[in-house]
């Protein structure tokens, strides 16, 4: 069956992720793969913080193109699961453990997708390895983590990882700086 060959390679990296992973870092994982909505949503607020603080326009057109970013990953994620609905493979396959809450469909990875839209966009708004290196691990590990914990195929996490990354890059490009009128 077509279907069946194409989940082969997804399961076999899955089986070797999930069934060889630490079991000590289970508790590390699940926080890093819970932690993403609040780490999104803080760092959206924080640059409206700064903004509000400041009285900066820059500031508080950077905190609305990521607002829109984190609100532009969230509706695609809803409608591609919602459009796709692939069953999560602690789902199909018994030796895989569900170790962490996962919703009804599996493609893509929304925690993914989320997780490298927001540090995408802030490491384009922010360019500074400060802040560059720990957003993309910070994203890289919400990626493993979802796959260690069994709620995920590595093609779900892969392709959030390249949808989430084509939010971050392309969505703040179409919200543009009103240019300031002068008399």
């Known amino acids: 069956m077509p279907g069946e060959m194409l989940i082969a390679p997804d399961i076999g990296i899955l089986r070797l992720i999930h069934l060889q992973r630490y079991a000590g870092l289970d508790a590390f994982l699940y926080y890093i793969s819970f932690s993403t909505s609040f780490i999104s949503i803080g760092l959206v607020l924080t640059v409206l913080v700064i903004s509000l603080r400041k009285k900066s326009k820059a500031a508080r057109h950077t905190f609305y193109r990521m607002l829109v970013v984190l609100l532009s990953a969230?509706?695609?994620?809803?409608?591609?699961?919602?459009?796709?609905?692939?069953?999560?493979?602690?789902?199909?396959?018994?030796?895989?453990?569900?170790?962490?809450?996962?919703?009804?469909?599996?493609?893509?990875?929304?925690?993914?997708?989320e997780a490298f839209?927001?540090?995408?966009?802030?490491?384009?708004?922010?360019?500074k390895k400060k802040f560059i290196i720990p957003l993309f691990t910070w994203a890289i590990l919400v990626a493993y983590s979802r796959m260690a914990l069994g709620v995920h195929y590595p093609s779900d996490v892969l392709a959030g990882m390249i949808i989430g990354a084509f939010i971050g890059w392309f969505v703040p490009r179409l919200i543009k700086p009103k240019p300031e009128i002068t008399c």
Do not use: Y
């Not at 699961?81 to 199909?92: A, D, H």
């Not at 839209?117 to 360019?127: K, L, W, Y």
């Open 74 to 113: 969230a509706l695609v994620s809803f409608v591609l699961k919602n459009t796709i609905s692939r069953e999560r493979p602690f789902k199909t396959f018994p030796e895989i453990e569900k170790l962490s809450e996962a919703g009804s469909s599996s493609f893509p990875s929304g925690h993914t997708l």
């Open 117 to 127: 839209a927001i540090a995408t966009a802030f490491s384009i708004a922010f360019p």
